[in-house]
């Protein structure tokens, strides 16, 4: 392992669904001297046709998801919408570590918290925040991955996803993307180095 780069922090990015925390973590992963690697989740939410097992996901039946949260394989779970449930497995953070990478999360923000609790030092949770709900629906709309049904449950769950945006290390607003980019970028180059 590197000193220069020194390997082991855990960089968290949450945000309510729809905010562009995605495409942040996908343009930090693409800059190589940040020396980041994603943590691939574990959900049991229907594959959506642009994504990969193992790539975006490990796609499990709900059935698999609970056995594993019995026999106390993951880090944090979190049944995010209805029948849904989501969660980073301990095999995951040993597999980046033996890289010798920086993990990077995109994860709710009640997992993004329980990891900042678990590894208070190593942590840096960032909270993306959208300009405004109304604009939230507007970009989750546009994405066209989710039914109306849907939607809406991810927006009503957006207000009181907002509300713990304090509770983080630092906040960025994704009102225009390059700006955001750019400032997600100088925070983690700072934390790691
Ligand atoms: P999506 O269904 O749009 O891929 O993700 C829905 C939400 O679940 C997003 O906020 C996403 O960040 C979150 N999520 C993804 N993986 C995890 C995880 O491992 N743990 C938790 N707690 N949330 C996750």
Request: hydrophobic share 35%; charged share 30%.
């Amino acid at each position: 392992m590197s000193s220069k780069t020194n390997p082991g922090k855990l960089i968290v990015f949450s945000a309510p669904s729809g905010s562009g925390k995605t495409t942040i973590v996908r343009h930090l992963l693409a800059q190589k001297e940040l020396n980041l690697e994603f943590s691939i989740s574990a959900t049991s939410r229907v594959k959506r046709e642009n994504e990969i097992n193992t790539k975006d996901y490990y796609f499990l039946s709900t059935d698999d998801f609970k056995q594993h949260i019995k026999a106390d394989r993951f880090l944090e779970w979190e049944e995010v919408y209805r029948d849904n449930f989501y969660g980073t497995l301990k095999t995951e953070l040993e597999r980046i570590w033996a890289l010798g990478k920086h993990v990077i999360f995109d994860i709710d923000v009640s997992g993004g918290l329980r990891i900042k609790r678990k590894f208070p030092d190593e942590t840096l949770a960032v909270f993306v925040k959208p300009p405004s709900i109304d604009e939230l629906k507007i970009r989750l709309k546009k994405r066209q991955t989710e039914t109306e049904d849907k939607i809406n449950m991810r927006v009503a769950k957006a207000s009181a996803e907002l509300a713990t945006s304090p509770l983080f290390d630092c906040i960025i607003e994704n009102n225009i993307l390059d700006t955001a980019q750019k400032k997600a970028y100088d925070i983690v180059s700072q934390f790691i180095n």
